[in-house]
């Protein structure tokens, strides 16, 4: 069963940084296809950012463009999210979630295609 655990999250202000950072084991995770979402209350979970499975093709938000960053490192098992200049309106629950039999190359946006997620870290931004 693969496990997904976020980390990283918390209280920053407007303008500071965060890293978050998303543990994989009980699967391939050289194989997996990820991606970062986030849900603020009373939203829809969005997409954040998503690779594919080498780390070699990635997407962003328009919102977020620019100032996060995904990255996948297969040697350790963990893909992150670079998290610069950080306005009140990133505040939310982060969950990573993996695709389990990506196409070669391809990175997916919706949640619905992704097989796994973890539990969600929070972030909190103050004005």
């Known amino acids: 069963q693969v496990q997904l655990v976020e980390s990283g999250g918390g209280l920053v202000q407007a303008g500071g940084s965060l890293r978050l950072s998303c543990a994989a084991s009980?699967?391939?995770?050289?194989?997996?296809?990820m991606g970062w979402f986030r849900q603020a209350p009373g939203k829809e979970r969005d997409i954040v950012a998503a690779?594919?499975?080498?780390?070699?093709?990635?997407y962003h938000a328009d919102s977020v463009k620019g100032r996060f960053t995904i990255s996948k490192d297969n040697a350790n098992n963990t893909v992150y999210l670079q998290m610069l200049s950080l306005k009140p309106e990133d505040t939310a629950v982060y969950y990573c979630?993996?695709?389990?039999?990506?196409?070669?190359?391809?990175?997916?946006?919706?949640?619905?295609?992704?097989?796994?997620w973890g539990q969600g870290t929070q972030v909190t931004v103050s004005s």
């Open positions: 979630a993996a695709v389990a039999n990506p196409k070669m190359g391809s990175y997916y946006v919706r949640p619905f295609t992704y097989d796994y």
């Open positions: 009980g699967g391939t995770f050289s194989s997996y296809a």
């Open positions: 690779s594919s499975r080498s780390g070699g093709s990635t």
